[in-house]
């Protein structure tokens, strides 16, 4: 964690928050963060040589380069929430350390770190919270500030084997009674990602069984029949990390307040669309999921028929037919819509025998077209 060697003369300069969890932990730390108690961009510009990439003047936060790293340094600030549930607005920059920690989440995130003396600061009771593996919030208001601290609060359980303290619980519960859906969805959605990219099923039951799936949708969910990260971890490589997250989603019948990319609406959609089918062999298996993306067999296996989607993934996704047009063209049969008709032939006779070689597939085209 220590990569700062700046001038500071006056030891204002903080690892802040996750940072100093993390080393306390022996976890790995995503982000550096830093806090300056004071005015961070004027900090930052009076160092002699020191590059500075970017400046944000309403938060206090200053981008600069060290090391050949980019590392942001955040003014200590005081803030306000006028509309509960979106951003704050920022009331002072250059507020005490004790000030800026207090708007934090909980009391693991509420610790700071003096760069060059390495002395921890802890006005909370964060250390004791750690070594007691618990998760507490600073404050009564913080989920109906931030609805979103729920769902970050069901990710560091995860990550660390932490659980709520019975006040901060008794706290979310409430909040999850009468739920004020005018939110920032862009900030919930975030948080959506992060803690289902982790391939929880432990964080999946406790979102359904908590009801913390309200935070998304006021309709009724319930668990999954099948363990959904045993499914994933063995499918893994076909899908794409970054969607894991919809896949856990994706059992939830209303996603309409999530703002979802093309891809990630196109995969909600798909399952949508082929909810309702039961493939009775290999060809209508085959057929049913050939132009879908992984994660939507994956959500039809975990909603509807798990034995199917294994079939099309583990025994027929990969079976093709390797001829095309112009080895049927070199048989001397001209172009028609036939050649589809052959594929398609072709194709159920290697569902039969996925060993058919280049060779009888090529035979099997022929006889196909004498019978014609």
Same mark, same amino acid.
């Given at each position: 964690?220590?990569?700062?060697?700046?001038?500071?003369?006056?030891?204002?300069?903080?690892?802040?928050?996750?940072?100093?969890?993390?080393?306390?932990?022996?976890?790995?730390?995503?982000?550096?963060?830093?806090?300056?108690?004071?005015?961070?961009?004027?900090f930052a510009k009076n160092?002699?040589?020191?590059?500075?990439?970017?400046?944000?003047?309403?938060?206090?936060?200053? $981008?600069?380069?060290?090391?050949?790293?980019?590392?942001?340094?955040?003014?200590?600030?005081?803030?306000?929430?006028? $509309?509960?549930?979106?951003?704050?607005?920022?009331?002072?920059?250059?507020?005490?350390?004790?000030?800026?920690?207090?708007?934090?989440?909980?009391?693991?995130?509420?610790?700071?770190?003096?760069?060059?003396?390495?002395?921890?600061?802890?006005?909370?009771?964060?250390?004791?919270?750690?070594?007691?593996?618990?998760?507490?919030?600073?404050?009564?208001?913080?989920?109906?500030?931030?609805?979103?601290?729920?769902?970050?609060?069901?990710?560091?359980?995860?990550?660390?084997?932490?659980?709520?303290?019975?006040?901060?619980?008794?706290?979310?519960?409430?909040?999850?009674?009468?739920?004020?859906?005018?939110?920032?969805?862009?900030?919930?959605?975030?948080?959506?990602?992060?803690?289902?990219?982790?391939?929880?099923?432990?964080?999946?039951?406790?979102?359904?069984?908590?009801?913390?799936?309200?935070?998304?949708?006021?309709?009724?969910?319930?668990?999954?029949?099948?363990?959904?990260?045993?499914?994933?971890?063995?499918?893994?490589?076909?899908?794409?990390?970054?969607?894991?997250?919809?896949?856990?989603?994706?059992?939830?019948?209303?996603?309409?307040?999530?703002?979802?990319?093309?891809?990630?609406?196109?995969?909600?959609?798909?399952?949508?669309?082929?909810?309702?089918?039961?493939?009775?062999?290999?060809?209508?298996?085959?057929?049913?999921?050939?132009?879908?993306?992984?994660?939507?067999?994956?959500?039809?296996?975990?909603?509807?028929?798990?034995?199917?989607?294994?079939?099309?993934?583990?025994?027929?996704?990969?079976?093709?037919?390797?001829?095309?047009?112009?080895?049927?063209?070199?048989?001397?049969?001209?172009?028609?819509?036939?050649y589809n008709n052959c594929?398609?032939?072709?194709?159920?006779?290697?569902?039969?025998?996925?060993?058919?070689?280049?060779?009888?597939?090529?035979?099997?085209?022929?006889?196909?077209?004498?019978?014609?």
């Amino acid at each position: 964690m220590e990569i700062l060697n700046l001038n500071d003369k006056d030891n204002k300069l903080f690892y802040i928050g996750g940072v100093v969890r993390d080393e306390i932990l022996n976890a790995e730390s995503f982000d550096v963060d830093l806090t300056y108690e004071g005015n961070a961009i004027e900090f930052a510009k009076n160092i002699k040589g020191l590059k500075i990439l970017k400046v944000n003047e309403p938060f206090g936060t200053v $981008r600069v380069l060290i090391k050949n790293k980019e590392v942001d340094i955040a003014s200590t600030r005081a803030e306000k929430y006028e $509309r509960a549930g979106h951003l704050p607005t920022v009331t002072k920059i250059g507020c005490s350390l004790k000030e800026d920690v207090l708007r934090r989440d909980f009391t693991i995130n509420a610790l700071a770190k003096n760069v060059h003396t390495g002395e921890i600061i802890d006005f909370t009771g964060g250390l004791s919270d750690i070594k007691n593996k618990t998760i507490k919030v600073l404050h009564d208001n913080s989920f109906i500030d931030d609805p979103t601290r729920i769902l970050r609060a069901l990710k560091f359980a995860v990550r660390f084997n932490f659980k709520l303290d019975e006040h901060t619980k008794l706290l979310r519960d409430n909040y999850l009674k009468n739920i004020n859906y005018d939110m920032s969805f862009k900030r919930l959605k975030k948080e959506l990602i992060e803690t289902f990219n982790l391939n929880s099923q432990i964080a999946y039951e406790e979102f359904i069984n908590a009801e913390i799936y309200k935070l998304v949708t006021p309709k009724e969910a319930s668990l999954a029949k099948i363990n959904i990260e045993n499914f994933i971890d063995k499918y893994k490589k076909l899908i794409n990390p970054d969607n894991i997250w919809l896949i856990y989603l994706g059992t939830i019948e209303d996603l309409s307040n999530l703002e979802l990319t093309k891809e990630e609406q196109k995969i909600i959609n798909d399952y949508n669309t082929i909810k309702n089918s039961q493939p009775k062999n290999d060809y209508e298996i085959y057929k049913l999921f050939e132009s879908l993306k992984p994660e939507s067999v994956l959500l039809y296996g975990i909603m509807v028929n798990v034995e199917i989607a294994e079939r099309y993934l583990s025994k027929l996704k990969n079976i093709n037919v390797n001829i095309t047009g112009k080895d049927i063209k070199g048989l001397g049969i001209p172009p028609s819509s036939k050649y589809n008709n052959c594929f398609e032939y072709i194709l159920k006779e290697k569902l039969k025998n996925p060993k058919l070689s280049y060779k009888e597939e090529l035979a099997l085209a022929k006889k196909f077209f004498e019978k014609e």
